[in-house]
T-cell receptor, first 110, second 115 residues
Framework: QKEVEQNSGPLSVPEGAIASLNCTYS??????FFWYRQYSGKSPELIMFIYSNGDKEDGRFTAQLNKASQYVSLLIRDSQPSDSATYLC??????????WGAGTKLIIKP | KAGVTQTPRYLIKTRGQQVTLSCSPISGHRSVSWYQQTPGQGLQFLFEYFSETQRNKGNFPGRFSGRQFSNSRSEMNVSTLELGDSALYLC??????????????FGPGTRLTVL
């Protein structure tokens, strides 16, 4: 059983629309959650992290956390072609290991 | 500030050989984590070193080992290479390691191909 689950995609979204990326995790003791973006052939880079239930906004990005449902999401508003990448969700588990999902490939269509 | 560097960037080995990969973290960062990335599997955690001590270890066989030096530079070693070890190996550095709000900065990776 995978510990951090993401839909592998690809998720295709028209330019200007909202892209919604989802992630579930299995460890209820997880403390914080991270969204990384990885362009093809490049290394992951942090977009944002969240540790409290609710929403956290940063520019066009909003992370949402629901600990009761063990669910994290990332919304990208006004999607741009430059947002096309693989988005990785990671959870800091109670054993202090950072567990990663396999990533969702996002394609923004002009 | 210089980023995380990894050497070599590409490596081709044959089954049964061993390999050593190197990672230099961002200046001032004391934690170095190693990951294996393969298509469809995402990032698999290998181990984390902090102040020369292995602080955490993933579920990889003993053929995978690592160490960290006093200057925080880290090496990982894979012995008796298998075809399935072909992957991108990423190193990530952070200030304090496994804390709640800790950002990891990734190096460019070493692409290992085992023939």
């Amino acid at each position: 059983q995978k510990e951090v689950e993401q839909n592998s995609g690809p998720l295709s979204v028209p330019e200007g629309a909202i892209a919604s990326l989802n992630c579930t995790y299995s460890d209820r003791g997880s403390q914080s959650f991270f969204w990384y973006r990885q362009y093809s052939g490049k290394s992951p880079e942090l977009i944002m992290f969240i540790y409290s239930n609710g929403d956290k906004e940063d520019g066009r990005f909003t992370a949402q956390l629901n600990k009761a449902s063990q669910y994290v999401s990332l919304l990208i508003r006004d999607s741009q072609p430059s947002d096309s990448a693989t988005y990785l969700c990671a959870a800091l588990y109670s054993n202090y290991q950072l567990i990663w999902g396999a990533g969702t490939k996002l394609i923004i269509k002009p | 500030k210089a980023g995380v560097t990894q050497t070599p960037r590409y490596l081709i080995k044959t089954r049964g050989q061993q390999v050593t990969l190197s990672c230099s973290p961002i200046s001032g960062h004391r934690s170095v984590s190693w990951y294996q990335q393969t298509p469809g599997q995402g990032l698999q955690f290998l181990f984390e070193y902090f102040s020369e001590t292995q602080r955490n270890k993933g579920n990889f066989p003993g053929r995978f080992s690592g160490r960290q030096f006093s200057n925080s530079r880290s090496e990982m070693n894979v012995s008796t290479l298998e075809l399935g070890d072909s992957a991108l190996y990423l190193c990530a550095s952070s200030l304090e390691g496994a804390t709640s709000y800790n950002e990891q900065f990734f190096g460019p990776g070493t692409r290992l191909t085992v023939l």
